[in-house]
């Protein structure tokens, strides 16, 4: 399979594109935009995620995952740069996979605490890429960009299930 950009951004505007791939003025005007994507991609799993199951995350994520393709590599062409900064709609979609599982945490630390290590987990491995995640990058257009970020949040997730089972040995 090969993967491609998505050909129907093409005909909206600019403005559009670009707005919906830097999450209007938080990708454009906001100092360190891809921690201000996740703050927002956090705030986006709180209110729609919070209490939903796996499946209903997983779904929800694909169908968005696409758009994010969509958005921003129609973006990265039209501001005629690789993995424009500016563009967080990547960061936005992934966030919520960071919380798989929630039932698991819920039962045995505050809310705040696994939202919070989420959080700063993710945008660790967003910034490094470790485990291959930079490789991800190379992917064609708009995949390069997201799959990068849907990783690093799967790489979250499998973290902080790693640190809840540690933390149940005690």
């Given at each position: 399979m090969r993967l491609s950009q998505p050909r129907w951004p093409r005909v909206l505007s600019t403005r559009l594109v670009v707005a919906c791939a830097t999450l209007g003025p938080l990708g454009?005007?906001?100092?360190?935009p891809g921690t201000w994507g996740s703050l927002a991609?956090?705030?986006y799993y709180a209110i729609f995620f919070y209490r939903r199951e796996v499946?209903?995350?997983l779904v929800a994520t694909a169908v968005a995952s696409y758009l994010a393709v969509a958005f921003c590599g129609e973006a990265e062409l039209r501001l005629r740069k690789k993995d424009?900064?500016?563009?967080?709609?990547?960061?936005?979609?992934?966030?919520?996979l960071c919380f798989l599982g929630w039932s698991a945490f819920a039962r045995m630390l505050p809310a705040w605490a696994v939202l919070l290590a989420g959080f700063a987990v993710f945008r660790l491995y967003d910034i490094t890429k470790p485990f291959g995640i930079r490789q991800l990058q190379a992917l064609p257009g708009g995949w390069g960009v997201v799959v990068?970020?849907?990783?690093?949040?799967?790489?979250?997730?499998?973290?902080l299930h790693l640190g809840l089972w540690l933390w149940t040995l005690r």
């Amino acid at each position: 399979m090969r993967l491609s950009q998505p050909r129907w951004p093409r005909v909206l505007s600019t403005r559009l594109v670009v707005a919906c791939a830097t999450l209007g003025p938080l990708g454009r005007r906001m100092p360190a935009p891809g921690t201000w994507g996740s703050l927002a991609g956090l705030l986006y799993y709180a209110i729609f995620f919070y209490r939903r199951e796996v499946p209903g995350i997983l779904v929800a994520t694909a169908v968005a995952s696409y758009l994010a393709v969509a958005f921003c590599g129609e973006a990265e062409l039209r501001l005629r740069k690789k993995d424009p900064g500016e563009v967080i709609l990547d960061e936005f979609v992934a966030m919520p996979l960071c919380f798989l599982g929630w039932s698991a945490f819920a039962r045995m630390l505050p809310a705040w605490a696994v939202l919070l290590a989420g959080f700063a987990v993710f945008r660790l491995y967003d910034i490094t890429k470790p485990f291959g995640i930079r490789q991800l990058q190379a992917l064609p257009g708009g995949w390069g960009v997201v799959v990068d970020d849907l990783a690093a949040a799967l790489a979250t997730c499998a973290t902080l299930h790693l640190g809840l089972w540690l933390w149940t040995l005690r």
